[in-house]
């Protein structure tokens, strides 16, 4: 499997533009239906660390982050700061989302709009630790 896939879809029979489907994991601190569903619906890959029977709530940022690597998912997260040393090693990604206590909060259709936006902008995002309010635009 890759996190990044980069597909051409036909449109009447002529090529048009690409879609880049990116395989996310959501923590359990960004994991909102709503933002899991407009990933979805942008046609993402996305799993969520409470619905998976392995993870669950309250599970440990170590394991997440095995499972991200172990299932080649880029990991999103609130709290980047937990996820700095671990990201030493190989890993699919990390996306970082504000919490808003700095006034930086994105909306669900921006956050989409912004990994949308990195996924068309970087030929590879495995070993990237990624602020996704840097790629709003």
Not at 53 to 68: E, I, P
Not at 78 to 87: C, R, T, V, Y
Not at 88 to 114: M, W
Not at 117 to 131: G, K, P
């Given at each position: ?23 996310l ?19 993402h ?39 700095i ?14 919490d808003g ?12 709009r ?24």
């Amino acid at each position: 499997t890759k996190v990044l896939s980069r597909l051409k879809l036909p449109k009447n029979g002529v090529e048009s533009s690409r879609i880049c489907i990116v395989r996310l994991l959501l923590d359990e601190d960004s994991g909102s239906h709503s933002l899991l569903n407009s990933l979805r619906e942008a046609r993402h890959d996305v799993e969520r660390v409470v619905d998976i029977s392995a993870l669950g709530a309250g599970t440990t940022d170590a394991a997440v982050f095995a499972y991200a690597i172990t299932n080649d998912r880029v990991l999103i997260t609130k709290n980047g700061s937990d996820f700095i040393a671990l990201a030493e090693r190989e890993h699919p990604g990390v996306f970082v989302l504000h919490d808003g206590r700095d006034g930086s909060n994105l909306g669900v259709a921006t956050v989409v709009r912004a990994i949308t936006n990195i996924a068309a902008t970087y030929e590879s995002i495995r070993n990237l630790f990624l602020d996704i309010n840097q790629h709003v635009w």
